[in-house]
């Protein structure tokens, strides 16, 4: 291990036309906020060497690593479903990417490291808070085992950055799977470019499903996959009552990783129509659209895919391929069901002697308490486990009217299996239901300190607290416990531009 990052950049040298070399901005005083010790762990870096003045350099974009490529990558996308037919990177730069001790590739990218091409208005810079913000959340999705970009490091750069007020700026360093979007796609197939798209499809497939290279029907197979994997995605989020926040085709990933952690939140009492983001006055991507959403964006990827399934002037190879590809899109609710029910399942301790249709019954029932009654999701489902082992009161404590829950807890015990298992059930859901997510105001807190005041004290200790998301034994109740509602329902999150 060494400090040196092993780069072999193949987006850069496979993809010429598909972005701009382009360099960071020069940070006048580079200082190292975050070192993520363990991811660097995992991409084979040594961190010692990358702490100090060396570090700061680096993650502020002053002095760039050997191999280092940096680009700007060029994607289009429809915001609130509003078409742009280009975005890009407008504040951010694929350094290039490595494999990682596992051998798996992935992607360095800084993001806040000044203007680009592509910044259109935009300053291409970022703030503390928000940097912050994608780290505690990023690791907190991590820790939860949901596949998410996670930081590897956050260097602040010594310069205001000019929003409502001045903020200290920062550079955040990004590491992810890929940063293919539907919206990379959606940049080729809007400018009518047939053979980038299929190049683009080749290398999709190349990175992240080898398995389908050789397969006659490479786009579709490629929108199957995707599918899949954002269905399993999007079943996750909903089942730690996460809310993205902004699910524009931009910020929708080939790879299956959550990404861009601007107006995202945790839910708090139950609500499917939940939204937090200030500029989602719709409700577009409220809790409960997520799935929707999902497809949507999907229907977006279809439709960029159809050119390498047919030839336009062939009206019926259009119509075998628009029924090829509605056939995939059709079918994802279905699946998104199944893997939100794989979960709830779980959630709900339930073993495979349950059939389907009585857990989904109990799941929904559950849920529809829950939101009646106005309980905090996370600490439902963690007190369920409580109730497993035998313990109901903490549970029915947090119900205003607990008698609806004990009828349904009636049925959800006798679907539990032998009672001589509840220690061993209990257990199993205390794995999978969280004592500890990413409370919207303890967040805000440990930004504010560290923004503010530059004090990085609770950021760290919140940081701390969420990589053991499971673990009550050794975390504070005050991580755990929900924000007054009157906090929650004042709560506005911002897009970190
Ligand atoms: P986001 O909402 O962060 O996914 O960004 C959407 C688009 O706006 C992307 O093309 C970004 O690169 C661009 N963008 C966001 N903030 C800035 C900024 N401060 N300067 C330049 N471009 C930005
Ligand atoms: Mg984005």
């Known amino acids: ?45 040594d961190a010692a060497a990358l702490q100090g003045p060396a570090g700061a350099a680096l993650f502020a974009g002053n002095t760039l690593p050997d191999g280092a490529e940096p680009i700007a990558q060029a994607y289009a996308g429809h915001q609130f479903g509003g078409f742009s037919p ?46 912050l913000r994608e780290v505690l959340i990023g690791e907190a999705m991590h820790a939860l085992g949901i596949p998410t970009t996670r930081a590897l490091a956050v260097a602040a750069t010594g310069e205001a950055v000019r929003r409502e007020t001045p903020l200290p700026g920062a550079v955040l360093t990004r590491v992810a799977a890929s940063h293919l979007r539907v919206g990379t796609f959606q940049f080729f197939a809007a400018r009518g470019e047939r053979e980038r798209l299929a190049q683009l499809a080749d290398y999709a497939i190349a990175r992240h499903d080898p398995a389908l290279a050789g397969d006659p029907e490479r786009p579709l197979a490629l929108l199957r996959a995707v599918a899949a994997r954002q269905a399993a995605l999007i079943a996750q989020w909903m089942n730690v009552g996460f809310i993205h926040g902004v699910m524009n085709t931009d910020n929708m990933t080939i790879s299956g990783e959550t990404i861009d952690y601007g107006p995202c939140a945790f839910m708090e009492a139950y609500d499917p129509a939940a939204v937090f983001s200030s500029i989602d006055h719709g409700g577009r991507y409220a809790y409960g659209n997520q799935p929707l959403i999902a497809r949507w964006n999907l229907a977006r990827l279809a439709e960029t895919l159809l050119p390498l399934m047919a030839d336009g002037d062939d009206e019926a190879q259009v119509q075998r391929a628009v029924a090829q590809v509605t056939e995939v899109i059709d079918a994802f609710p279905a699946l998104h069901a199944a893997a939100l029910l794989q979960g709830q399942r779980a959630k709900l301790g339930l073993d495979a002697g349950a059939d389907d249709d009585a857990v989904r019954a109990l799941a929904d029932d559950w849920l529809t308490l829950l939101h009646a009654q106005a309980v905090d999701f996370t600490l439902g489902w963690r007190r369920l486990a409580d109730a497993a082992a035998g313990d109901a009161a903490p549970l029915r404590a947090l119900f205003a009217e607990p008698a609806a829950l004990d009828a349904w807890l009636v049925r959800w015990q006798a679907r539990a299996g032998d009672p001589a298992d509840a220690a061993e059930r209990a257990a199993r859901m205390r794995r999978v239901n969280p004592w500890v997510i990413p409370r919207n105001h303890r967040v805000e807190e440990a930004l504010a300190a560290a923004s503010d005041d530059d004090d990085l004290g609770p950021f760290e200790r919140l940081l701390d607290a969420l990589s053991r998301p499971y673990d009550e034994t050794t975390t504070p109740a005050a991580y755990a416990e929900p924000a007054p509602a009157a906090v929650t329902a004042c709560y506005r999150t911002f897009c970190g531009t």
């Open 86 to 131: 280009q975005l890009g990177d407008g504040r951010a730069l694929l350094l290039g990417e490595l494999l990682d001790r596992q051998g798996r590739r992935r992607d360095i990218a800084f993001k806040g490291s000044g203007r680009t091409p592509f910044s259109r208005g935009g300053d291409g810079k970022a703030a503390v808070g928000p940097m």
């Open 1 to 45: 291990m060494n400090a040196a990052f092993r780069f072999d950049n193949t987006y850069a040298r496979e993809l010429p036309g598909f972005y701009v070399a382009w360099k960071p901005a020069p940070a006048p005083a580079p200082r190292l906020l975050y070192l993520n010790h363990g991811l660097a762990d995992e991409l084979g870096l």
